[in-house]
């Protein structure tokens, strides 16, 4: 066989070679592609089209896991709403927050108290929220950062992080 065509099969058994694995990525690719459309795409369905666009209406979703923002109150009874949720009673948010403040101390802080607030006095957290909202009209201080500087993260997880977390989001009346 001479030379020429000899070197020219080797050529397209190199270029068949490379073009195969490519093909084959590049068919995968347009098949991810085609599922994923497929998996996000869902039809419309007869129930979903009878709903008239007026009644129909969007909540934005609150942040569960901010019980420390002082919106959260708001953005809570807005989720809720028509319904009324239940919060921390004015007078009882001020005395827990005067407890907090109270529990900063020069030498030796009062973790006891920070931890019995915390894990036994609120039962959701709308009232920590109540609380928070409660400490910054009081000292125009936010509780969160007034609880980070004097609890170390430790603690912060212990006594406040682990306990709020285990709360329900709200209750209703």
């Known amino acids: 066989m001479p030379k020429d065509v000899e070197d020219s099969s080797i050529t397209w058994w190199i270029v068949g070679g490379i ?6 990525i590049g068919g995968y690719a347009f098949y991810e592609r085609f599922r994923k459309n497929r998996r996000t795409s869902k039809p419309v369905t007869k129930k979903a089209s009878l709903i008239p666009m007026e009644t129909a209406r969007t909540r934005e979703v609150p942040n569960w896991l901010n019980a420390f923002d ?7 009874q807005k989720w809720v709403a028509p319904k009324q949720i239940q ?12 407890k907090i403040k109270n529990s900063k101390g020069v030498f030796n802080d009062d973790e006891k ?3 019995q607030i915390f894990g036994k ?3 959701d957290k709308t009232q ?3 609380l928070s909202k409660a400490f910054w009209d009081l000292y125009k201080k936010d509780l969160w950062e007034h609880l980070n500087s004097f609890l170390s993260q430790k603690e912060l997880h212990q006594y406040v992080t682990r306990p ?3 709360l329900s989001n ?3 009346k």
């Open 87 to 98: 919060v921390l009673a004015p007078d009882k948010a001020r005395r827990l927050a005067k």
């Open 113 to 115: 108290t920070i931890a």
């Open 170 to 172: 709200y209750t209703i």
């Open 70 to 76: 002082m919106k959260y109150l708001n953005d809570v």
């Open 121 to 123: 006095q609120l039962s």
């Open 128 to 130: 920590v929220a109540s």
């Open 164 to 166: 709020v977390n285990k």
């Open 19 to 24: 073009m195969i694995p490519l093909l084959g």
